[in-house]
């Protein structure tokens, strides 16, 4: 089974900066896409981005695409979103996620099979 384990949200400033933190336990981590979802109150959860198993590809969601940077770390079975220049509108509950096996399109929460709790991320004006 796999654990995941969200944290580094808090409190920001607009135009400030947060890096949040994935941390996996269990096995074959390394092996599949890992994703970025965040759930603002009263709306869908909304893709963020995702990186495959080498980190060779990476996809944003056109909202934050330049602002915010996914990455990984096979080795400490960790994955990572750098957000900069926060919005209010990047005010969410952000969850990582990892892919189903043989899954192409990681775009659909419909896509993961395991979740972490969340970590809030709430961006001041």
């Known amino acids: 089974q796999v654990q995941l384990v969200e944290s580094g949200g808090g409190l920001v400033q607009a135009g400030g900066s947060l890096r949040l933190s994935c941390a996996a336990s269990g096995r074959t981590f390394s092996n599949y896409t890992m994703g970025w979802f965040r759930q603002a109150p009263g709306k869908e959860r909304e893709f963020v981005a995702a990186?495959?198993?080498?980190?060779?590809?990476?996809d944003y969601a056109d909202s934050v695409k330049g602002r915010f940077t996914i990455s990984r770390d096979n080795a400490k079975s960790a994955a990572y979103l750098q957000m900069n220049s926060l919005k209010p509108e990047d005010t969410a509950n952000y969850y990582c996620?990892?892919?189903?096996?043989?899954?192409?399109?990681?775009?659909?929460?419909?896509?993961?099979?395991?979740w972490g709790q969340g970590t809030q991320v709430t961006v001041s004006s």
């Open positions: 996620a990892r892919a189903r096996s043989g899954v192409r399109i990681f775009r659909f929460a419909s896509s993961y099979d395991y």
């Open positions: 990186i495959n198993w080498s980190g060779s590809s990476t």
